[in-house]
């Protein structure tokens, strides 16, 4: 069985999703700590945000590896049935 060609790994994408799960979390956790300063309560701003944005960051990762791998089977089955079809005919 031969191996389907496969893409090389884009490694600015991945760059850029991790930052913009470290930056995003950093942000959140900055804008906690501003209003329990103001507030003058002192940690449960910065963890609830810190919880929404861990949470609100791993939703958006899950559902953006299942777009992709749902594009990727639909790339795989099309490409299975070329192969069937070229099989047939040769």
Known sequence: ???????PIDADDNIGRGMDLALVTLVFLGIGYV????????????????????VGQFVKLWFGYEAKM????????????????????G
Request: cysteine-free.
């Open 70 to 89: 749902k594009l990727l089977e639909a790339e795989r089955a099309e490409m299975s049935q070329v192969r069937a079809s070229q099989d047939q005919r």
């Open 35 to 54: 209003l329990d300063r103001w507030l003058g309560t002192r940690p449960l701003f910065m963890i609830t945000l810190f919880l929404l944005a861990a």
């Open 1 to 7: 069985m031969k191996l389907l060609p496969r893409k």
